[in-house]
């Protein structure tokens, strides 16, 4: 999806990023290069999580087609997180339900845990308002789209 | 930064940061442009001559300060910003990148994200 | 002649949205597209708001943009009308004018 | 057209909403690109190979339909999209329109309101 | 302000255009080059208003300073707008209440009254969101800002 | 160490302003900037909100912003501390990150 380049910094340092998603997609862009910047950060091996609130989380709807408006869809590429060692998606329940959605609305994603014979486990934990709060007062960075 | 000029305040906002940030003694690492911020690094820009010139402002300051301006490839090349070098991989018969930009790849925000201290997000 | 409204934006991100509806005059249209779309979902926080807009004014969405988000005509509140690109075009036909709540 | 491609959908929806006018067999007057619109009319951007390129979009159905896309001069000035008689004017040593666009004033945009029966905007 | 251009069109054709004004001033360009438009208009001697409601009513406070910002302080134009031909500012009431802003908040924008001797008229009017949504109905052009 | 919140839109037009609120911790602090100055006005109808906020979490507003918007401290809630850039910066160095609620 985007060139991958090998850190030039000393790879010892490890931080914890945490991408914050809150815009629907398409409407922006901003959901799809959020995307592109968690692809990328998997060859930094950097402890990097998503967070979907507020609109954010129209990103993961289920069913996505996007024939009729000409442009991409890329939401299959979410289910692909996994690969790229990405291992915590949260989404806020307070905005699921102000928007009438569950979690069954979602995409499943999922990953492979190598410590229990590559059993498929999902990734997207479902945390409410003050946990999504206490999560972002854990990190390093914080990245905003 | 991921907002263009003009239209958006992000711009200006964040060129006022980083000056006081300097002007306080601290070290700017770098500067990423991505999304819509791209736009800032283009040479062709004429804004009216009783307005600032964003593009300048920004070049001025790396000069003055040594900064590391970070325009995002994959980002540049959706808007139509290139450097001699991508103009020409792509077939492009111009390029308009601004003196004291470069373009790289978006592991240069990872990386600034794990070397500096702090990193600040301007947007829409 | 009445007005069509175009809203674009989440109702849930801006006001933009709450705008039209306070705007809007008997017998008006208002045409959902772009994110504006998850505006019309039934059961969100918006769907009274926008059921009892639809007692004076009709309310349309487009449909290829519901599709993006995943959306079909059963997540919507019961008044929503689905459209695509030439109704679009035909309800800016027959309204005197456009107004976009940008 | 008042958003840039790519970053708002605005581009997208306005060129749908074009092309579903045409079919309908209606004529398009003008389409007037303002504010960080103007930025559809760069030949220089190189979107991902499997993304549409909204500035092809544009310069290919105004060629099947001789549509009149004009970018504003002012607008477009700012935010670094210029033809070869601006570059020339302004001392650039490059310009970025792309076939299709030609640069104008304001003035076309009221003039369009005149002369249309409808004026739809799209943005942000 | 902007280069001027002279009509090319049939002089006879006078619609009614109103300039819709929804942000506020300096975060986004909107205001700016939305009063671009507005001087450029009059050039072409149609029927030219302007409304400001939601944040737009911003647009007009009195005592903007932009030194510390680095941008220019477009707002003395509004105060010339009645000798480009403008005669209608509406300013929607429920705008200012909700923001605790009162018209004396506002920027005095007067025209002079040919008519009588070239007195000083002011040009603001302040309506309410039913007369501005029957201002807009009225309307041949609106323009969105 | 607590987190700086920062907020550039009004809480007029865009929801950013309450989801920042909505997600302060106590002893975190917010900052006010571009647009986002409005929000800070006294007698509007986000002022009973953020006076709350201030009981657990610092406000803070952006000078220059304010004044390019044609206000000064006395238009502000009480609870309203004006800085400049440098004082941004220096926010910024004293939380250990910083969530633009773009």
Redesign the interface.
Known sequence: M????A????AS?K?R?LCVNRKAPYGT??AL?AL??VL??A??E?DVSLAFLDDGVFQLAKGQSTAGIGMKNFSPTYKALGDYEVRKIYVEKESLDERGLAPADLMEITYEDEAEGFAEKPLIRIVSRAELSEIMAQQ?????? | M?E???????S??A???V???L??G?EIFRVFF???GV?NG???????Q???NL?Q?WSQLAEKHQLDLVVC???A??????DAG??KR?G?D???IAPGFRIS???Q???A???AD??????? | MPTLHTVNKSPFERSAFISALNHMRPGDALLMIEDGVVGARKASAFAALLENASQRCAIYVLAPDLAARGMAEKDLVPAAKLVDYGGFVDLVVQHARTQAWL
Not at chain 2, 4 to 10: D, E, R, V
Not at chain 2, 77 to 82: A, D, E, K, S
Not at chain 2, 118 to 124: H, I, K, M, P, T
């Open positions: 985007a060139d991958v380049q850190p030039r910094v000393d340092v931080k990023f862009i901003y290069e592109e910047v990328i950060s060859a930094f950097q390093d960075i914080l990245l905003n789209f | 991921n263009g000029p003009y239209t958006h305040q992000a200006d906002s060129y006022q940061f000056k006081a940030a002007e306080r601290h991505y999304h819509d736009n283009t040479r062709l820009m004429v804004p009216p009783d307005d600032r593009q402002a490839i994959a980002a090349q959706r808007r139509g910003v290139l991508e103009a792509h492009k111009a390029d308009n790849g978006l592991g925000l990872i990386e994200g794990m070397v702090r990193l600040v997000v301007f947007g829409d």
